[in-house]
């Protein structure tokens, strides 16, 4: 069974930073690309960032470019989302992804196929 386990979410002020963790366990996702994903109360779901399976190309919703940074360690299965200078309409729950076929190859950063359960990461301003 293929699960993904976000973790590191918690409540902080606009400026702070949150790493969070994704860990998968079932199967191995070295040679997948990985992502991010969220969702703010009453909103959809939006694409955050994405990650290749050798952590060489990575891609950001203009939304945090320049203050996330996605990484990957595949010998721990891993991938991780670095939050920094958070504001408030950072406010949301995360979701980690994983990708059967490669979205750097067709585009399709919106539609992975394996989702984790999510976990809220909250900016007081």
């Known amino acids: 069974q293929v699960r993904l386990v976000e973790s590191g979410g918690g409540l902080v002020q606009a400026g702070d930073s949150l790493r969070l963790s994704c860990a998968a366990s079932?199967?191995?996702?070295?040679?997948?690309?990985l992502g991010w994903f969220r969702q703010a109360p009453g909103k959809g779901r939006e694409f955050v960032s994405a990650i290749n399976w050798s952590g060489t190309v990575t891609r950001y919703s203009d939304s945090v470019k320049g203050r996330f940074t996605i990484s990957r360690d595949n010998a721990e299965n891993t991938v991780y989302l670095q939050m920094n200078r958070l504001r408030p309409e950072d406010t949301a729950v995360y979701y980690c992804a994983a990708y059967a076929v490669d979205p750097f190859s067709t585009g399709r950063y919106y539609a992975p196929d394996y989702w984790g359960q999510g976990t809220q990461a909250t900016v007081s301003s």
């Open positions: 079932g199967r191995t996702f070295s040679g997948n690309a």
